[in-house]
């Protein structure tokens, strides 16, 4: 059986092809990022202009969007030169990856802030039963992700007040100050 050819010719199209490959990827992970940045921008402005906000005075941070990913054009393609790009592509990754969880936690906290800070409604009333049932809810919701970003694993306190401040710890926002 013969060898298989291992000369810089012979390795030109497999090298070309896994470049493609790579910045095909490199295309995908700016569209999420573009993606996200515009979500969370929908989010800040609809929660800037949210009368609950206003009335309480909530102090809403500004938009920290994630700068979009810039990339080199690798002119001599060689085996090292598409792995160091790779393992670029990977660290940017990572680091997307546990910023998108920080800002998904901190919309989560917003969303309680409006929710606990709706009016509420006479005790016994119809309304008011909805209005716990979508406060627990949206507890349960937060925890779920919590635990699912594997961010907290302990017990659930039993009161919603108790569940509201470990929240608050976790994320570390507090209720009356909106965090993006």
């Known amino acids: 059986m013969g060898k298989r050819?291992?000369?810089?010719?012979?390795?030109?199209p497999l090298l070309a092809r896994?470049?493609?490959r790579l910045k095909a990827r490199q295309n995908v992970f700016a569209c999420r990022v573009a993606t996200f940045n515009e979500r969370l921008k929908d989010t800040h402005q609809t929660l800037q202009g949210s009368d609950i906000v206003k009335q309480n005075k909530a102090k809403v941070k500004p938009l920290r969007a994630m700068r979009a990913p810039s990339y080199i054009t690798i002119a001599n393609l060689t085996i090292d030169a598409i792995n160091a790009e790779e393992r670029k592509l990977e660290l940017?990754?990572?680091?997307f990856a546990i910023w998108r969880r920080e800002r998904l936690l901190h919309e989560i906290m917003s969303e309680l802030f409006i929710l606990v800070n709706t009016e509420p409604h006479p005790n016994g009333s119809a309304l008011a039963y909805e209005f716990i049932d979508r406060l627990m809810k949206a507890l349960r919701d937060a925890f779920v992700f919590v635990a699912r970003e594997e961010i907290y694993q302990g017990l659930i306190p039993d009161t919603?007040?108790?569940?509201?401040?470990?929240l608050q710890e976790i994320s570390d926002c507090r209720v009356d100050f909106i965090c993006f």
């Open 92 to 95: 940017k990754q990572g680091v």
């Open 5 to 12: 050819s291992t000369s810089p010719n012979s390795q030109a």
């Open 160 to 166: 919603i007040g108790d569940q509201l401040d470990l």
């Open 18 to 20: 896994r470049y493609e």
